[in-house]
């Protein structure tokens, strides 16, 4: 694979021989350098439109969540004979990619090299080493993409239905297929491909069968989508049957554990950050020292104020614990934990526009709604669904799980960790400007290639950052209860960090796990046993707050001290999200150029 040479050697260089030419043999003789020398980012930009056109055709379901919608009525039936379609693919792009010299090109496209390069590389690795497909049977469930083609509004709604009775008419295949597939999976991911299937059915119930009576479709339509409904609903029914009665008896299950070599090895494709997986979970380590040292501050500042005259704990630990335990009790009821969801998103993008922070788009919906349940069970209370790059105009969901399976027990302690304080980091996190503002803009920017191949590290890093930013400007006052709330908020970031390698690399058991989450994190026990379950059954993601978090913010602190009085935060944080979701590191590299 070709090495990246310095972009600023590559720039040095090109300016001398500009100079030298035009001084020897005139204008033209430049002209015709430069042109020659944009020739391979021509040739390479024409490529990339070839890439994607040839990656949608083979991956229909990420192209209609990308708003790409050509494909929708394409099902892919995940096959041993289709893994090796995919991996003639990737074999016929690797060549292919062999074409440009990565010097050749300009900075920017040298990041989508390394991009598509990744990607790449990361599929042959997933497909041939590590083998999800046979062992994680959640993998396995077409509701969510039939849920996104049927709430869609970029096609007729005869159009959107007419791609779904297609698509599902192979729902029998595709679920043959995945019981082949399935050899030794874990208990886990077992139970959680039970769980979402169930729910998953209701994407084939009362509103699907609502939109075909309401359709322009012809009776004769209407009644094989109608039976394709129905074939598919027990060609699901069937796929929980075999996992129960066929999968579960036998208990030949294989561990959740990755293990160090392929945990490192997939943390280095998801995350591309320039530290080992080892390096951030020592780094993490020590931001949980650094964190705990902060906590005591702002815990012994503020005991004298919720514990008046009473004798503060020699303990750090109990001490921060007692003060963190007063301010949790102030939280919102079990019933209106959605509906408080929101109510506070006017009053963040309020507080964005009055602090000129970032410059919002009013036009692009935010919509506040309920987890569909075939989403639900993953161990993440909340989540966004954002449109992809093709389908801008496109809603962006916030989905919030309601309490309503939870005990009144479990729904308090779920509500103590997600107290009138913390709420409102959340919805930072979640909503603006974090994960739905930073998407937003991911959606404007140039590079096709990097908005679809989007960072993990990059997205949840700078939800975190944003945090931190709304925070150091003053949000909720800087009070030391919002601060010290956040400094539990991101010990839970960090100690994320610590468990995904301790889970997947160590042999951390749940009792230790969550032990250390509720002593060291100040976590409820609900809180903490769904953090256990999550790093169950999910590998490296849990390390992507913490890695993208110290990127960005380490980045920000660099360019203000180079720009000093100069230095705006909102010039850095519309900067930084300029270049869609690239990694960190690219990002970095753009940015220090640019500045340069």
Same mark, same amino acid.
């Given at each position: 694979?070709?090495?990246?040479?310095?972009?600023?050697?590559?720039?040095?260089?090109?300016?001398?021989?500009?100079?030298?030419?035009?001084?020897?043999?005139?204008?033209?003789?430049?002209?015709?350098?430069?042109?020659?020398?944009?020739?391979?980012?021509?040739?390479?930009?024409?490529?990339?439109?070839?890439?994607?056109?040839?990656?949608?055709?083979?991956?229909?379901?990420?192209?209609?969540?990308?708003?790409?919608?050509?494909?929708?009525?394409?099902?892919?039936?995940?096959?041993?004979?289709?893994?090796?379609?995919?991996?003639?693919?990737?074999?016929?792009?690797?060549?292919?990619?062999?074409?440009?010299?990565?010097?050749?090109?300009?900075?920017?496209?040298?990041?989508?090299?390394?991009?598509?390069?990744?990607?790449?590389?990361?599929?042959?690795?997933?497909?041939?080493?590590?083998?999800?497909?046979?062992?994680?049977?959640?993998?396995?469930?077409?509701?969510?993409?039939?849920?996104?083609?049927?709430?869609?509004?970029?096609?007729?709604?005869?159009?959107?239905?007419?791609?779904?009775?297609?698509?599902?008419?192979?729902?029998?295949?595709?679920?043959?297929?995945?019981?082949?597939?399935?050899?030794?999976?874990?208990?886990?991911?077992?139970?959680?491909?039970?769980?979402?299937?169930?729910?998953?059915?209701? @994407?084939?119930? $009362?509103?699907? =069968?609502?939109? *075909?009576?309401?359709? %322009?479709?012809?009776?004769?339509? /209407?009644? #094989?989508?109608?039976?394709?409904?129905?074939?598919?609903?027990?060609?699901?029914?069937?796929?929980?049957?075999?996992?129960?009665?066929?999968?579960?008896?036998?208990?030949?299950?294989?561990?959740?554990?990755?293990?160090?070599?392929?945990?490192?090895?997939?943390?280095?494709?998801?995350?591309?950050?320039?530290?080992?997986?080892?390096?951030?979970?020592?780094?993490?380590?020590?931001?949980?020292?650094?964190?705990?040292?902060?906590?005591?501050?702002?815990?012994?500042?503020?005991?004298?104020?919720?514990?008046?005259?009473?004798?503060?704990?020699?303990?750090?630990?109990?001490?921060?614990?007692? @003060?963190?335990? $007063?301010?949790? =009790?102030?939280? *919102?009821?079990?019933? %209106?934990?959605?509906?408080?969801? /929101?109510? #506070?998103?006017?009053?963040?993008?309020?507080?964005?526009?009055?602090?000129?922070?970032?410059?919002?788009?009013?036009?692009?919906?935010?919509?506040?709604?309920?987890?569909?349940?075939?989403?639900?069970?993953?161990?993440?209370?909340?989540?966004?669904?954002?449109?992809?790059?093709?389908?801008?105009?496109?809603?962006?969901?916030?989905?919030?799980?309601?309490?309503?399976?939870?005990?009144?027990?479990?729904?308090?302690?779920?509500?103590?960790?997600?107290?009138?304080?913390?709420?409102?980091?959340?919805?930072?996190?979640?909503?603006?400007?974090?994960?739905?503002?930073?998407?937003?803009?991911?959606?404007?920017?140039?590079?096709?290639?990097?908005?679809?191949?989007?960072? %993990?590290?990059?997205?949840?890093?700078?939800?975190?950052?944003?945090?931190?930013?709304?925070?150091?400007?003053?949000?909720?006052?800087?009070?030391?209860?919002?601060?010290?709330?956040?400094?539990?908020?991101?010990?839970?970031?960090?100690?994320?960090?610590?468990?995904?390698?301790?889970?997947?690399?160590?042999?951390?058991?749940?009792?230790?796990?969550?032990?250390?989450?509720?002593?060291?994190?100040?976590?409820?026990?609900?809180?903490?046993?769904?953090?256990?379950?999550?790093?169950?059954?999910?590998?490296?993601?849990?390390?992507?707050?913490?890695?993208?978090?110290?990127?960005?913010?380490?980045?920000?602190?660099?360019?203000?001290?180079?720009?000093?009085?100069?230095?705006?935060?909102?010039?850095?944080?519309?900067?930084?999200?300029?270049?869609?979701?690239?990694?960190?590191?690219?990002?970095?590299?753009?940015?220090?150029?640019?500045?340069?």
């Amino acid at each position: 694979m070709p090495h990246l040479f310095s972009p600023k050697l590559i720039w040095s260089t090109l300016l001398a021989a500009t100079s030298l030419l035009a001084s020897c043999g005139g204008e033209s003789e430049s002209r015709k350098i430069a042109e020659a020398d944009a020739q391979p980012d021509a040739s390479f930009g024409r490529y990339k439109t070839q890439f994607i056109d040839s990656l949608w055709y083979y991956n229909p379901e990420w192209a209609s969540g990308a708003g790409y919608h050509r494909y929708d009525s394409l099902l892919t039936i995940p096959s041993a004979g289709r893994r090796q379609v995919e991996a003639a693919f990737v074999a016929r792009r690797l060549k292919d990619m062999q074409t440009w010299q990565l010097n050749e090109l300009s900075t920017d496209n040298q990041i989508d090299y390394q991009l598509m390069q990744n990607y790449l590389h990361g599929a042959r690795w997933y497909n041939d080493t590590l083998q999800a497909w046979q062992w994680d049977p959640s993998n396995y469930n077409i509701s969510g993409n039939v849920a996104e083609i049927l709430n869609g509004r970029y096609q007729p709604l005869d159009r959107r239905l007419r791609s779904i009775s297609l698509k599902i008419s192979r729902a029998t295949d595709y679920y043959e297929a995945a019981k082949n597939n399935i050899s030794r999976p874990t208990r886990e991911h077992t139970d959680l491909a039970i769980l979402q299937t169930q729910g998953g059915m209701d @994407v084939f119930g $009362k509103a699907l =069968a609502d939109s *075909v009576a309401r359709s %322009g479709l012809s009776e004769q339509e /209407k009644q #094989q989508l109608t039976t394709r409904i129905g074939v598919a609903r027990l060609a699901m029914q069937e796929y929980v049957r075999f996992l129960k009665e066929e999968v579960l008896p036998k208990k030949n299950f294989r561990s959740f554990r990755l293990g160090q070599a392929l945990f490192a090895r997939k943390f280095a494709y998801d995350i591309q950050s320039s530290y080992t997986a080892e390096q951030v979970y020592q780094k993490a380590l020590a931001h949980k020292q650094d964190l705990l040292r902060d906590m005591q501050v702002r815990a012994t500042r503020l005991w004298p104020k919720y514990f008046p005259g009473q004798p503060q704990p020699a303990d750090t630990l109990v001490l921060i614990q007692q @003060v963190i335990s $007063k301010l949790s =009790a102030k939280h *919102v009821s079990k019933d %209106g934990f959605v509906a408080a969801v /929101k109510a #506070q998103i006017p009053t963040l993008t309020k507080f964005v526009d009055d602090k000129k922070l970032l410059t919002q788009d009013p036009s692009k919906p935010l919509v506040v709604r309920e987890t569909p349940k075939y989403m639900r069970g993953g161990g993440a209370g909340a989540s966004v669904s954002a449109p992809g790059p093709y389908d801008k105009g496109a809603d962006t969901y916030y989905n919030v799980e309601p309490l309503d399976n939870l005990t009144d027990a479990q729904a308090e302690s779920y509500l103590r960790e997600y107290n009138d304080y913390t709420l409102q980091i959340l919805n930072i996190h979640e909503a603006i400007p974090g994960h739905y503002t930073q998407l937003v803009y991911a959606n404007r920017a140039p590079s096709l290639i990097k908005s679809i191949f989007g960072n %993990g590290a990059m997205i949840e890093g700078w939800a975190v950052y944003s945090e931190r930013m709304m925070l150091e400007n003053g949000y909720a006052g800087g009070s030391d209860e919002i601060w010290l709330m956040w400094d539990k908020w991101n010990m839970r970031v960090t100690l994320n960090a610590i468990l995904d390698h301790e889970v997947h690399v160590g042999n951390i058991t749940e009792a230790q796990a969550v032990a250390m989450l509720r002593r060291d994190g100040f976590q409820e026990e609900t809180e903490a046993r769904n953090k256990w379950r999550r790093a169950t059954l999910s590998q490296v993601q849990l390390s992507s707050y913490f890695s993208g978090y110290t990127d960005i913010y380490g980045l920000r602190e660099e360019v203000k001290k180079r720009e000093g009085n100069e230095f705006s935060v909102k010039q850095f944080n519309e900067q930084f999200l300029s270049y869609g979701n690239a990694p960190v590191k690219y990002i970095r590299q753009l940015m220090l150029k640019k500045a340069e």
